[in-house]
């Protein structure tokens, strides 16, 4: 079984990448741009093809690793190819296999995989994939044998329903992207108060790091601490005094969603007065 890459990014590369060291066959890469393709073939040891139709004709599974609002346009061409047997996905988190459209016409199957990774790197990301949970769905007679070529180069996979996808991507960019908004905002105002970065970035390690540690082994109820959940009406006044514009506003959501754990945390605390603060 060959597996062929359409666009020759940072999944692209990635995912080729991995396939490769763990005994997987690749057909190659076909890109938007011939040198993207020619540097990801020799990172992979595959090859370069100079046409989409070349590449398809190659390769028995196909990932379609170019941005989202592409994939649509990438498969309106593969899908006038011969791809009877072929299994054809994509990588884009907020985007379901019904993507390909009229891929029941093509005997063709499609799916999505979806690495749940911030993969910021053309040629060194692939370290971290082993790391990371796959989530795939798609035709479902065929979604066995994709879980299967995946498992065997030691990756994680987990199927998700493709109605849920847009709200699972939501959900990642919670947990990541959100959270370097949220670590800027303690940057800004740590700042403010004369902290050298020196001495931020080792006060911000031991903070963040362990509190992540704590709420993923032990859960949200069992790592909230602070004034919230202490229920410290005062401090959190004080708080809100020294804030203004976007980091109040910040502060303000997210220590509603703290006292929504500190209430299941202490159904015993009154919070009312707390929750009248934050909500003025
Ligand atoms: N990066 C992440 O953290 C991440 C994580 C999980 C999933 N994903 C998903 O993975 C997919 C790829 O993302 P990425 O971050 O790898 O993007 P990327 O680094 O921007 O790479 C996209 C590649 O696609 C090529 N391309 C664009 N349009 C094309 C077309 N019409 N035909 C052929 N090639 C085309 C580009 O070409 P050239 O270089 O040749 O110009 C580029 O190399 C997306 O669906 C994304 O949602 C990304």
Redesign the pocket.
């Given at each position: 079984m060959k597996v062929g890459f359409?666009?020759?990014?940072?999944?692209?590369c990635s995912l080729g990448k991995h396939f490769c060291v763990n005994g997987i066959k690749l057909s190659g890469y076909?890109?938007?741009?011939m040198e993207?393709?020619v540097d990801a073939a020799d990172f992979t040891k595959s090859n370069y093809f100079s046409n989409l139709d070349s590449l398809i004709e190659e390769s028995d599974v196909i990932f379609i690793?170019?941005?989202?609002d592409?994939?649509a346009?990438?498969w309106d061409n593969i899908k006038q190819l011969a791809i009877a047997g072929k299994l054809i996905c994509?990588?884009?988190?907020s985007l379901s296999s019904k993507i390909f459209s009229g891929i029941e016409n093509t005997e063709a199957y499609g799916f999505s995989v979806?690495?749940l990774?911030?993969?910021?790197d053309r040629y060194n990301s692939y370290q971290e994939l082993p790391n990371a949970l796959f989530t795939i769905e798609g035709e479902r007679a065929h979604l066995p044998a994709l879980k299967e070529l995946l498992e065997s180069t030691g990756l994680l996979v987990g199927e998700i329903n493709p109605d849920e996808k847009t709200r699972y991507h939501g959900a990642a960019v919670f947990a990541s992207n959100l959270v370097v908004s949220l670590m800027a905002t303690a940057m800004d105002e740590f700042q403010k108060c004369g902290l050298s970065s020196e001495l931020l970035q080792k006060a911000l390690s031991a903070l963040v790091l362990g509190n992540a540690k704590k709420v993923l082994s032990n859960g949200p109820e069992a790592a909230l601490t602070g004034p919230i959940e202490r229920n410290d009406v005062g401090t959190v006044i004080n708080h809100i005094n020294q804030l203004s514009g976007l980091n109040e506003d910040i502060y303000r959501t997210l220590s509603k969603k703290a006292l929504e754990i500190g209430a299941k945390k202490h159904p015993n605390y009154d919070y009312c007065k707390l929750e009248e603060v934050l909500n003025t």
């Open positions: 359409v666009g020759a990014g940072k999944v692209g076909f890109s938007q741009s993207s393709a690793t170019v941005c989202d592409a994939i346009t990438v994509h990588c884009s988190g979806h690495p990774l911030a993969v910021s």
